[in-house]
């Protein structure tokens, strides 16, 4: 029982480290919204890890989904941006529902869908050609306001090295024609 104890409080002490590492990285995020940048966002809270095993694409009911709290982040998120004064030209999600429900509360009818932002968190194998396939839209992209992906941790992962937390955004611009890291934004 006490190893049990002693793990948690360490647990949680990592925790901590680790978020105020994320804040202390953070720039300050208007400064940062630049016209022709691109902001990968996770997913707002969505309690859990992956899927269920009966997982289906166009079921919401057997997806990991939205809690309040997640709703109520997205709403922030939506706020937050909205206060920037940047104009958002595009907003892509992946097909799930977590995604597109942080979109749509968020940036409401802008959200368009881009599969190459779908979750490859049960299937890793996939996760090269589709990181191409998602590389190649944000390249091919050419908007002179924001363009706002709200998508997967793996997803960003893959795409900047950085694992985002819950909502948390990174703030990408274009150097010497690829892009880089600028910001990073929690929630």
Not at 46 to 63: E, R, S
Request: hydrophobic fraction near 45%; aromatic fraction near 8%.
């Amino acid at each position: 029982m006490h190893m049990f104890f002693a793990t948690q409080r360490l647990l949680a002490v990592f925790v901590l480290l680790a978020s105020a590492a994320a804040i202390a990285g953070a720039q300050p995020f208007g400064n940062q919204l630049q016209p022709g940048s691109v902001v990968l966002i996770r997913h707002a809270q969505a309690p859990g890890v992956g899927d269920p095993a009966a997982f289906a694409l166009n079921d919401c009911k057997t997806q990991r989904n939205l809690n309040d709290e997640g709703r109520a982040q997205a709403a922030r998120i939506g706020e937050f941006f909205r206060q920037q004064r940047v104009p958002v030209d595009a907003v892509w999600s992946s097909q799930w529902c977590r995604t597109r429900e942080t979109a749509d509360v968020a940036f409401p009818g802008l959200r368009v869908d881009k599969a190459a932002f779908n979750s490859f968190f049960g299937e890793p194998d996939s996760a090269p050609d589709q990181t191409r396939a998602a590389r190649a839209l944000l390249n091919a992209w050419q908007g002179t306001g924001l363009l706002v992906v709200v998508t997967h941790q793996v997803n960003i992962t893959a795409i900047t090295g950085v694992v985002p937390a819950s909502g948390e955004a990174v703030v990408l611009k274009r150097e010497a024609g690829q892009w880089k890291v600028f910001a990073r934004v929690s929630p």
